[in-house]
């Protein structure tokens, strides 16, 4: 199955949530400059310790994660023997002008050159969880675990979830995705190389 370069619908989904519990007083009048994206703390990182391999899926995932925050800072642990062929795990803090998020990262590498990733969005909402699956997740599908937690998932994205724990007063949501096999499909494929010709044989 050939890797596409999409993005989590749900990590988007979460983003959508963030900024739509925000409003921000803008002038009619006066021209407003475009907000200055973050600096992915994460990429550079990661990169810093010699992780190349899985760095464009972790770019893609951290990105996105952090848009959005007002700063955010990373916790970072990786093979320090094997930087770029063993895993990589992380923990992101982030402010944002109303609460704070935390998410995580992990890349893993395989003897093929892909890397299976995973990413989790971890937030709390000041509502029931309960309102949150009605307003949020009306067409996903839910399963109940525990009296407090169910998770919800979509056939089309089903390396996907979102978990819902009630946490009185609030909800704890945790937006979880896995990618198998990821490629960077920027990546030019390397060429086999070509078989060396074989001696004519005498009759």
């Known amino acids: 199955m ?20 925000v409003a ?3 002038g009619v009048l006066v021209p407003q400059a475009p907000p200055a994206a973050p600096q992915d703390t994460l990429t550079r990182a ?8 899985c760095l464009p899926a972790i770019t893609r995932l951290s990105t996105l994660t952090v848009q959005g925050s007002r700063s955010h800072d990373v916790l970072l642990d990786w093979d320090r023997k094997r930087p770029d062929a ?3 795990f992380s923990l992101i803090g982030m402010e944002f002008p109303n609460a704070g ?15 299976t990733v995973s990413a989790e969005r971890i937030s709390v909402a000041p509502f029931t969880c309960a309102s949150v699956g009605q307003q949020e997740l009306a067409s996903y599908k839910m399963t109940r675990l525990l009296p407090n937690y169910a998770v919800y ?16 007063p609030g909800c704890l949501i945790i937006r979880r995705y896995v990618e198998y096999g990821w490629r ?5 494929p390397v060429a086999a190389p070509a078989a060396a010709p074989q001696p004519a044989r005498k009759k």
């Open 2 to 21: 050939k890797p596409t370069p999409r993005i989590p619908r749900l990590l988007i989904a979460a983003l959508a949530w963030a900024a739509a519990s």
């Open 24 to 26: 921000f007083a803008q």
């Open 46 to 53: 990661a990169a810093s310790v010699g992780v190349k391999r």
């Open 86 to 88: 063993g895993p990589m």
């Open 101 to 115: 998020v935390a998410a995580s990262i992990t890349a893993i590498p395989d003897e093929s050159g892909a890397c």
């Open 153 to 168: 998932t979509d056939e089309k994205e089903p390396t996907s979830s979102v978990s819902l724990i009630d946490s009185p």
């Open 184 to 188: 960077d499909p920027a990546a030019v």
